[in-house]
């Protein structure tokens, strides 16, 4: 006798269509798998069958093959147990319902029936939506990421025996709705604001030129000025997550494991990840032998934080330009090759020397380092890297007495309006493209909209022969205008948009040469 059953399993951040196969033959007991890596094979078994046991159906002493086809996916075992005991009990005839291949099924059960919720759902709901499925039957506590595919039917269910009556029309399930526009209305209620800051005007402004355009940022500066407090309060301005985006996000952070369910597993905020500096080339980069996204994607579209740069290993600073460059992470296996998205906002900072004091106007703090060590330290952030990062910041000390008065900036939520504001400028101006943000401009991109008045040609020309700018601290400074005319909602690039732009690469020189 014979059952089968669809189910999914992720590949990457995409699901593939897995078909479960249950042939059911008298003779002795065996009970085979195959199509799993060997090592869960065991566990698997186990699940099932207690569960199958436990659900008040007999698993009775016949030999067993369950095939999980196509053979050559890496499947992650758990989320196959639902699909493969319903196969075993539509083949041993116990299930009445011919609607088994009607729907998709995932979820690992536990010995005693019920269902627990497994990784990559949204990914294996767009997949059963785009195959057609008439339904996706899963564990409750995946519902409701998966009712984000609005023209899915999800069916939760939260045992074995519940999922059983449902197909054989004994028991009703309304299909799981949420509703989408609700759940991104929430409000943004950070318990921190660049309110908080004092002082440091010019480095809030950078910040919010970094998160308007995307641009990826430096800050440079001695210790206790403020740079990590400045950093861990970027989620407060950063613009809101698109409902594309939100999908995007949210696929690789659950085939990672990492949603909360307390959003229904849906990543509802642009991500912050900032890895300490011990981290290994794979963590940053993601890998293994069943591959996992690494920091770099988990922080897709969102913002990786790397604070004290030059702390990190020398290797991971190095693996870390490709998805700079390419916006995506390749990781290749002798089987295949595997993509992770990995578009994020690179938000670093570090201190101008390994003392931290090097410029510092503050009393009774002198840079004690030498001129060797000092060039030591900062050449361990290599040219190519620093290429990639658009803004270049100072952040100097803050006088003891600024520190002691009140702060007298604006509230984050304010600079957020103005961040919103010039996203959606570059949303509108790059429809169809491809590109979000005026960061990703190739160079022809760049030709096209960062169009210079004479003026502002005149002003560009003088500043890069002065400064001796590169070639490409020109396409940078180019880039970086477009955004602060945006937030100026400037159609032109104007001279002031140009020298304040200039401004954020007047460490160019100075710095890294001296
Ligand atoms: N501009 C500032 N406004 C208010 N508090 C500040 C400021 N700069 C530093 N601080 C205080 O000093 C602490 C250390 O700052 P931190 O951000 O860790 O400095 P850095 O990362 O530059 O070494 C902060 O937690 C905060 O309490
Ligand atoms: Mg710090
Ligand atoms: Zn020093």
Same mark, same amino acid.
């Given at each position: 006798?014979?059952?089968?059953?669809?189910?999914?399993?992720i590949q990457g951040i995409d699901?593939?269509?897995?078909?479960?196969?249950?042939?059911?033959?008298?003779?002795?007991?065996?009970?085979?798998?195959?199509?799993?890596?060997?090592?869960?094979?065991?566990?698997?078994?186990?699940?099932?069958?207690?569960?199958?046991?436990?659900?008040?159906?007999?698993?009775?002493?016949?030999?067993?093959?369950?095939?999980?086809?196509?053979?050559?996916?890496k499947?992650d075992?758990?989320?196959?147990?639902?699909?493969?005991?319903?196969?075993?009990?539509?083949?041993?005839?116990?299930?009445?319902?011919?609607?088994?291949?009607?729907?998709?099924?995932?979820?690992?059960? *536990?010995?005693?029936?019920?269902?627990?919720?497994?990784?990559?759902?949204?990914?294996?709901?767009?997949?059963?939506?785009?195959?057609?499925?008439?339904?996706?039957?899963?564990?409750?506590?995946?519902?409701?990421?998966?009712?984000?595919?609005?023209?899915?039917?999800?069916?939760?269910?939260?045992?074995?025996?519940?999922?059983?009556?449902?197909?054989?029309?004994?028991?009703?399930?309304?299909?799981?709705?949420?509703?989408?526009?609700?759940?991104?209305?929430?409000?943004?209620?950070?318990?921190?604001?660049?309110?908080?800051?004092?002082?440091?005007?010019?480095?809030?402004?950078?910040?919010?030129?970094?998160?308007?355009?995307?641009?990826?940022?430096?800050?440079?500066?001695?210790?206790?000025?403020?740079?990590?407090?400045?950093?861990?309060?970027? *989620?407060?301005?950063?613009?809101?997550?698109?409902?594309?985006?939100?999908?995007?996000?949210?696929?690789i952070?659950?085939v990672a494991?990492?949603?909360?369910?307390?959003?229904?597993?849906?990543?509802?905020?642009?991500?912050?990840?900032?890895?300490?500096?011990?981290?290994?080339?794979v963590?940053?980069i993601g890998g293994g032998s069943y591959p996992k996204p690494g920091?770099?994607s988990?922080?897709?579209?969102?913002?990786?934080?790397?604070?004290?740069?030059?702390?990190?290993?020398?290797?991971?600073?190095?693996?870390?330009?490709?998805?700079?460059?390419?916006?995506?992470v390749t990781i290749s296996r002798a089987s295949q090759s595997l993509e992770f998205?990995?578009?994020?906002?690179?938000?670093?900072?570090?201190?101008?020397?390994?003392?931290?004091?090097?410029? *510092?106007?503050?009393?009774?703090?002198?840079?004690?380092?030498?001129?060797? *060590?000092?060039?030591?330290?900062?050449?361990?952030?290599?040219?190519?890297?620093?290429?990639?990062?658009?803004?270049?910041?100072?952040?100097?000390?803050?006088?003891?007495?600024?520190?002691?008065?009140?702060?007298?900036?604006?509230?984050?939520? %304010?600079?957020?309006?103005?961040?919103?504001?010039?996203?959606?400028?570059?949303?509108?101006?790059?429809?169809?493209?491809?590109?979000?943000?005026?960061?990703?401009?190739?160079?022809?991109?760049?030709?096209?909209?960062?169009?210079?008045?004479? %003026?502002?040609?005149?002003?560009?020309?003088?500043?890069?022969?002065?400064?001796?700018?590169?070639?490409?601290?020109?396409?940078?400074?180019?880039?970086?205008?477009?955004?602060?005319?945006?937030?100026?909602?400037?159609?032109?690039?104007?001279?002031?948009?140009?020298?304040?732009?200039?401004?954020?690469?007047?460490?160019?020189?100075?710095?890294?040469?001296?």
């Amino acid at each position: 006798m014979f059952g089968k059953t669809i189910s999914y399993a992720i590949q990457g951040i995409d699901a593939t269509k897995i078909v479960v196969e249950a042939d059911v033959k008298g003779g002795l007991f065996k009970f085979s798998i195959v199509g799993l890596p060997s090592n869960s094979v065991k566990e698997s078994r186990d699940r099932v069958s207690s569960a199958i046991k436990n659900s008040g159906y007999n698993f009775k002493s016949y030999n067993y093959t369950v095939n999980l086809a196509p053979a050559d996916i890496k499947k992650d075992g758990v989320a196959l147990d639902l699909p493969t005991a319903l196969a075993l009990l539509k083949g041993t005839n116990q299930i009445k319902s011919e609607k088994l291949e009607d729907y998709a099924f995932i979820g690992e059960l *536990s010995l005693d029936g019920y269902l627990r919720p497994v990784k990559g759902v949204l990914s294996i709901a767009v997949a059963a939506w785009k195959d057609g499925m008439k339904g996706l039957i899963l564990p409750e506590k995946n519902a409701q990421e998966a009712a984000v595919i609005d023209e899915l039917n999800v069916f939760p269910v939260k045992t074995l025996g519940q999922a059983i009556a449902f197909l054989e029309g004994r028991e009703e399930i309304a299909p799981m709705k949420v509703d989408k526009d609700l759940l991104f209305s929430r409000l943004n209620n950070s318990p921190v604001d660049l309110f908080d800051v004092k002082g440091q005007f010019h480095v809030k402004r950078a910040l919010e030129v970094a998160c308007a355009g995307g641009h990826n940022i430096l800050m440079i500066g001695p210790p206790g000025s403020g740079k990590t407090m400045m950093a861990r309060r970027i *989620s407060t301005i950063l613009p809101d997550l698109t409902l594309e985006e939100a999908l995007e996000t949210t696929k690789i952070h659950s085939v990672a494991g990492y949603t909360s369910l307390r959003s229904g597993g849906l990543v509802l905020d642009r991500p912050f990840r900032s890895p300490h500096h011990t981290i290994s080339d794979v963590a940053l980069i993601g890998g293994g032998s069943y591959p996992k996204p690494g920091e770099v994607s988990l922080s897709h579209n969102g913002v990786l934080f790397l604070d004290e740069l030059p702390e990190f290993k020398k290797s991971v600073l190095e693996v870390l330009r490709q998805p700079l460059e390419d916006e995506v992470v390749t990781i290749s296996r002798a089987s295949q090759s595997l993509e992770f998205p990995a578009k994020f906002m690179l938000v670093a900072s570090m201190n101008p020397c390994p003392c931290g004091y090097y410029g *510092s106007e503050i009393e009774g703090h002198s840079c004690s380092c030498s001129m060797m *060590s000092i060039k030591r330290y900062r050449s361990r952030i290599s040219g190519p890297l620093l290429d990639r990062i658009d803004i270049h910041v100072e952040v100097p000390s803050v006088k003891y007495e600024e520190l002691s008065s009140l702060p007298t900036g604006e509230k984050s939520a %304010d600079i957020r309006i103005r961040v919103n504001k010039a996203r959606q400028i570059q949303l509108d101006r790059f429809k169809g493209l491809e590109i979000f943000s005026n960061s990703q401009m190739n160079p022809k991109q760049i030709r096209k909209y960062c169009i210079l008045d004479d %003026d502002s040609k005149t002003l560009l020309k003088l500043a890069m022969e002065k400064k001796g700018l590169s070639a490409r601290a020109y396409e940078r400074i180019l880039k970086v205008a477009r955004t602060i005319a945006d937030l100026d909602n400037s159609e032109n690039i104007k001279t002031n948009h140009i020298s304040e732009a200039v401004q954020y690469r007047n460490l160019d020189k100075k710095f890294w040469e001296d």
